[in-house]
């Protein structure tokens, strides 16, 4: 059923009435919070089923109009630029370390969640460091010098696209900014050391296990079923503290399981899964871009990830706003929490 102009006006003056203040016409709907009773602190889980039906719509609504899109395509260029520097700790702390099984291991794991083009980027540069270790420490300290710049502005440039989904303008110093900027990338590379960490020490994990026990097929299973949870979990922890910290917004409460974190996380595996998909099936980049297909994969990933991740800042800033409208405060425009001063 289309809705008139008139009838939208009616359905405000409705519930203006039952909130005792008109609505806003620039008020993102649906608003259902309005005809529902108060609650003193309001969790996430306190909210009701429409409050639910009305975040997913206010956010992708808000997701058009903050243009999200755009905002992704800048945060996977900074981020693309980012990625020598950590491959120069990376390659830098293989050369050290690892040795070729290490490299075939970790590049076996990160094709489950990468583009294969992407991956054989990535498996270029450790297998030739891997050969000279002499360069090894020098490349660490180097690495770590040009990661704390480059990482720090990805990620204050990632602060101001999150700001856009809570409607903020950023209040907070320069070296507030950076600290925080630094934190954030804490949490991503926690996030990612935990996951692909893990991922790539557990089928070695699970094979000694296995040969000890006299049980090898049983452990190689059990760890097949597990490794999924480990990087599911690795992704909550770097996406729930890049959305706590980034924007600009004194948030009430960390929450590890936060709305925006969990479809953040769920947008990323399976917008990575189709489109590696497509890439090893239907892409024909190779053939277009030749040797820049790499790099063009790479930053389409990286495209797909920021759009997932300022998705779940646009959800987590509705579910805010279903927060403060069922206590009563006027956050029908306006999100109420205050900022990071």
Same mark, same amino acid.
């Given at each position: 059923?289309?809705?008139?102009?008139?009838?939208?006006? *009616?359905?405000?003056?409705? *519930?203006?009435?039952?909130?005792?203040?008109?609505?806003?016409? !620039?008020?993102?709907e649906p608003q259902p919070e309005h005809a529902e009773p108060e609650l003193g602190d309001p969790g996430v889980s306190d909210l009701s089923k429409r409050d639910y039906i009305a975040v997913a719509k206010r956010a992708a609504k808000e997701s058009l109009n903050d243009h999200i899109t755009n905002l992704a395509a800048a945060l996977?260029?900074?981020?693309?630029?980012?990625?020598?520097?950590?491959?120069?700790i990376a390659v830098g702390v293989f050369s050290l370390v690892a040795g070729p099984d290490t490299v075939s291991s970790l590049v076996e794991q990160l094709g489950?969640?990468?583009?294969r083009e992407a991956v054989d980027l990535v498996?270029?540069?450790?297998?030739?460091m891997t050969q000279k270790q002499?360069?090894?420490?020098?490349?660490?300290?180097?690495?770590?010098?040009?990661?704390?710049?480059?990482?720090?502005?990805?990620m204050q440039n990632l602060q101001w696209a999150l700001n856009a989904a809570y409607d903020r303008e950023e209040t907070r110093g320069f070296v507030k900014r950076r600290l925080t900027a630094y934190l954030m990338f804490v949490f991503v590379a926690v996030g990612l050391t935990l996951a692909f960490g893990l991922l790539v020490l557990g089928p070695q994990l699970s094979e000694w296990l296995g040969n000890a026990s006299g049980q090898p097929t049983m452990f190689k299973v059990v760890w097949w079923v597990a490794q999924w949870p480990i990087l599911i979990g690795g992704l909550l922890i770097a996406f729930a503290g890049v959305l706590y910290l980034g924007p600009n917004i004194d948030h009430p409460r960390w929450q590890f399981l936060?709305?925006?974190?969990?479809?953040?996380?769920?947008?990323?595996?399976?917008?990575?899964?189709?489109?590696?998909?497509?890439?090893?099936?239907?892409?024909?980049?190779?053939?277009t871009w030749g040797s820049l297909s790499a790099v063009v994969i790479m930053l389409t990933w990286l495209w797909l990830?920021?759009?997932?991740?300022?998705? #779940?800042?646009?959800?987590?800033? !509705?579910?805010?706003?279903?927060?403060?409208?069922?206590? #009563? !405060?006027?956050? !029908?425009?306006e999100l109420q929490a205050p900022t990071k001063d």
């Amino acid at each position: 059923m289309r809705i008139t102009g008139q009838s939208r006006a *009616d359905e405000q003056v409705r *519930d203006g009435e039952e909130t005792g203040r008109p609505i806003p016409d !620039e008020a993102p709907e649906p608003q259902p919070e309005h005809a529902e009773p108060e609650l003193g602190d309001p969790g996430v889980s306190d909210l009701s089923k429409r409050d639910y039906i009305a975040v997913a719509k206010r956010a992708a609504k808000e997701s058009l109009n903050d243009h999200i899109t755009n905002l992704a395509a800048a945060l996977a260029y900074y981020g693309f630029l980012a990625i020598p520097s950590i491959l120069l700790i990376a390659v830098g702390v293989f050369s050290l370390v690892a040795g070729p099984d290490t490299v075939s291991s970790l590049v076996e794991q990160l094709g489950k969640v990468m583009p294969r083009e992407a991956v054989d980027l990535v498996e270029q540069s450790l297998t030739t460091m891997t050969q000279k270790q002499s360069q090894g420490a020098v490349l660490v300290g180097i690495g770590g010098l040009l990661a704390l710049w480059s990482m720090g502005g990805a990620m204050q440039n990632l602060q101001w696209a999150l700001n856009a989904a809570y409607d903020r303008e950023e209040t907070r110093g320069f070296v507030k900014r950076r600290l925080t900027a630094y934190l954030m990338f804490v949490f991503v590379a926690v996030g990612l050391t935990l996951a692909f960490g893990l991922l790539v020490l557990g089928p070695q994990l699970s094979e000694w296990l296995g040969n000890a026990s006299g049980q090898p097929t049983m452990f190689k299973v059990v760890w097949w079923v597990a490794q999924w949870p480990i990087l599911i979990g690795g992704l909550l922890i770097a996406f729930a503290g890049v959305l706590y910290l980034g924007p600009n917004i004194d948030h009430p409460r960390w929450q590890f399981l936060s709305f925006g974190a969990v479809v953040a996380g769920v947008i990323w595996l399976l917008a990575s899964g189709a489109f590696a998909f497509y890439v090893s099936q239907f892409g024909s980049y190779n053939k277009t871009w030749g040797s820049l297909s790499a790099v063009v994969i790479m930053l389409t990933w990286l495209w797909l990830g920021a759009l997932a991740l300022l998705f #779940g800042a646009e959800v987590n800033a !509705e579910a805010e706003r279903s927060r403060e409208l069922r206590r #009563g !405060e006027p956050a !029908e425009v306006e999100l109420q929490a205050p900022t990071k001063d």
